[in-house]
């Protein structure tokens, strides 16, 4: 009975298995001819909208195809956030097979890949980079390992105080505004308070929501411009969590939430506090924030998210002062993303070459204009195409950059930094937590995930 | 009472069964040994040791029976998993089914539909549905006060009320199967004896379904267990630690600090707890079988 339909169906598969096999074959034989280079980026995190991803790393593959028609160069996105990438990351290194010849790579865990054996040092390609002499020391040393530069920066963050320019006026505060001293952040706020009962005062994040973006944003932008900056004593080899310093950052902290100059917890604890600032300004529930260069960008007519035509007149940006205005008067802490090659590559030349397209002016600039950056380079931050796609605040961003302190490039960074979220956390949420208790939950933070003898205090 | 027959293994049945055993070996005991086996290494994610590891005896251990968040971790997992699956089932599942069953044609339907529909949502809807509801700005903020922030303020209780609403259709189901056993002669032969309506249910509903509440309480602890998403979008752990159960602090520990060795330890410890549950379950469930047998 069966025999009747089932020969026919069986020789229609097998046929049908033969030509795919057979043309399987012949793609096989004709992706043989053709080099491919695999580039792995964030497709949903870095850049502001993934029609810009697409765009930047669009052109990028057709730049280089058309200069070398033997190669293809393969897109990887990597759909997700800042976990999630570094994750994704960590997976596909671990085989040659999935490795990509060139990754996009956060800035803070250059060196974790570095010494997984992952990447290829880049310095013998470094010294024949005319781009590469341009980039301040701090920005170089992102990639150093061991002696050797495993990665070369694509874009920085830095960040500033963004203010409310009718506010402002209305309450008798300095417009522009150049505070010089935390003090004077403080006093505009405590101003703010008094005469704009409905309005948040003083943004600036706390707690575990935003992860190490808290201290990006918030935290370590006030401690290098304290007494003691040190986070990890290179001396003895251990984590600082307790110094003057960081009692000076939490006692500002502690001033901002006890006096209720702060916004409300539901938006710092969110996990989309890095972004909030974005739209809370622009929609003027805030008077002063402390902020990220992306702002501008975000608000000019290109990027549109969101769109704000009015942003310069509404919107003051003034660099983050020093503790008393003490030299260098600026502080801010620097971070961003780098991009690295493969240890196995098996065409290092060619992905060297593809690396310096991507660090070209042009490509430069258009990444740092669409994906909120700042540029590394000490000239293309001063290019008109660069300082002009968000006024005033690409020149603010670029004016900080050099004052720029770095995180610790150490493994156990994030568990320090965890520390600290949870510290500014409970100063948020419970106002009536000390300074000493905040300290205390650093310390035993840091204690119990370590290990005792790896913390110290500074005196 | 068993005959020579059912002593001989039935080889037939071992061969039809031998794809499943194959899978459930490698998809899953496979997995479970190797995780096991990396709870007692030194392997991070990225880092020196991310290729090149090794086994480190009993570090792990030790750093794990002295981690103070570890206990606090476990402590918060029990807790979830108690009030989740006690609270939800016995008080909430009971409940809509006890109402259900005296409830009118259509409202018996549109509320059935409604709470299995809640059920059915994915865990990242719910916990946006219940982020919205109980955040400043949200449904219960617009109620109480507009600076009213529950979720921050008692992040437990909203989490385990996020988990009690979406289990609560599953429990239902079960219980009005359950409620469904109970004969009415039972009922009918109480009522003549004089008995309260708060007595009969007491005395006589109670005991009969009880083997099915046990059951049901078990499967919800196990369900809230692998229920990872619906705390990670809400709070991923947070304010603080305040809800940082097992499974996401084994995350945070294996995904964000890198350190995988330690993040599989912990996930050992839940796997531990599942099995504790999902041994108790298959007791109860199989002298319930025998019991009505």
Request: hydrophobic content about 45%; some cysteine.
């Amino acid at each position: 009975m069966f025999s009747f339909w089932y020969r026919p169906l069986l020789r229609t598969l097998l046929a049908g298995a033969a030509l795919s096999a057979l043309s399987f074959g012949c793609r096989g034989a004709q992706a043989a001819d053709k080099t491919v280079l695999t580039l792995a980026y964030s497709e949903t995190y870095v850049f502001d909208t993934e029609d810009f991803t697409k765009k930047w790393w669009g052109g990028i593959k057709t730049e280089f195809e058309k200069e070398h028609p033997d190669v293809t160069v393969q897109l990887e996105p990597i759909n997700g956030g800042y976990d999630d990438i570094i994750n994704k990351l960590s997976l596909l290194y671990r085989s040659p097979a999935t490795a990509p010849d060139i990754a996009q790579m956060a800035t803070p865990t250059v060196d974790q890949f570095a010494s997984s054996g992952y990447l290829l040092p880049l310095d013998k390609y470094l010294a024949t980079a005319s781009w590469w002499k341009k980039f301040p020391p701090a920005i170089q040393s992102e990639g150093a390992w061991q002696g050797k530069t495993y990665s070369v920066n694509t874009g920085e963050n830095d960040s500033q105080l963004y203010y409310n320019i009718p506010m402002f006026k209305k309450v008798g505060l300095p417009v522009p505004w150049q505070p010089k001293s935390w003090d004077d952040i403080l006093n505009a706020a405590r101003v703010i308070k008094a005469k704009l009962p409905g309005t948040v005062p003083l943004w600036i994040l706390a707690g575990t929501g935003s992860g190490d973006n808290t201290l990006l944003m918030g935290f370590n932008n006030l401690l290098p411009g304290s007494d003691t900056p040190t986070i990890f004593d290179g001396k003895t080899q251990k984590w600082v969590v307790d110094s003057p310093g960081i009692r000076e950052v939490l006692g500002f902290y502690h001033a901002v939430y006890s006096e209720h100059l702060g916004a409300a917890l539901s938006d710092l604890f969110s996990t989309s506090g890095v972004t909030a600032p974005v739209f809370l300004i622009q929609k003027q529930k805030v008077a002063i924030t402390f902020g990220s260069n992306f702002y501008g960008g975000n608000w000019s007519n290109t990027i549109c998210t969101p769109c704000w035509p009015q942003a310069a007149q509404i919107a003051g940006v003034a660099p983050i002062p020093t503790m008393k205005g003490q030299a260098p008067g600026i502080a801010t802490t620097i971070g961003g993303w780098d991009l690295v090659a493969s240890a196995t590559t098996k065409h290092p030349d060619l992905t060297w070459q593809l690396l310096d397209l991507m660090e070209n002016e042009e490509n430069q600039i258009n990444a740092a204009n669409w994906a909120g950056f700042v540029p590394g380079d000490a000239d293309y931050v001063k290019s008109a195409d660069f300082l002009n796609f968000a006024v005033p605040y690409n020149a603010v961003s670029a004016q900080v950059l050099p004052d720029g302190v770095i995180e610790p490039p150490n493994a156990n960074y994030l568990i320090w930094s965890r520390g600290v979220q949870e510290a500014t956390g409970a100063l948020a949420q419970h106002p009536d937590t000390s300074v000493d208790a905040a300290v205390k939950i650093i310390s035993d933070y840091v204690s119990n995930q370590l290990d005792p003898s790896q913390v110290e205090t500074l005196k | 009472m068993t005959t020579d027959a059912q002593d001989r293994p039935d080889f037939l049945a071992l061969v039809l069964l031998l794809p499943t055993i194959l899978l459930l070996l490698i998809l899953f005991v496979g997995p479970v040994a190797f995780a096991f086996y990396l709870g007692f290494t030194n392997i991070r994610l990225i880092g020196p040791t991310a290729v090149h590891f090794h086994l480190n005896g009993l570090v792990n251990l030790h750093h794990l029976y002295g981690d103070s968040l570890f206990w606090l971790s476990l402590k918060l997992t029990i807790v979830f998993l108690m009030v989740s699956a006690i609270f939800g089932v016995t008080v909430v599942g009971l409940a809509l089914a006890l109402l259900m069953q005296h409830a009118i044609a259509w409202l018996r339907a549109a509320v059935g539909a409604i709470v299995v529909v809640a059920w059915m949502l994915p865990p990242i809807t719910a916990a946006l549905v219940w982020y919205a509801f109980s955040t400043t700005g949200g449904t219960l903020s617009l109620l109480g006060g507009s600076q009213l922030d529950v979720l921050n303020t008692f992040p437990m209780t909203v989490v385990c009320l996020a988990n009690i609403w979406s289990t609560a259709g599953f429990s239902m189901l079960v219980l009005s199967a359950g409620l469904r056993q109970v004969s009415s002669e039972v009922l009918e032969a109480g009522r003549m004896e004089g008995a309260s309506r708060w007595r009969i249910f007491c005395s006589l509903t109670l005991p009969i379904i009880q083997p099915t509440i046990v059951t049901n309480i078990l499967l919800v602890t196990l369900l809230s267990l692998a229920n990872f998403s619906l705390i990670y979008i809400m709070t991923a752990g947070g304010p603080g630690n305040a809800t940082d159960i097992l499974p996401i602090y084994s995350y945070q520990q294996a995904f964000v600090f890198n350190k995988l060795g330690y993040g599989a330890l912990l996930g050992d410890v839940v796997v531990i707890i599942a099995t504790i549950f999902a041994y108790l379950y298959v007791r109860m469930s199989r002298s319930s079988r025998l019991t009505h047998a």
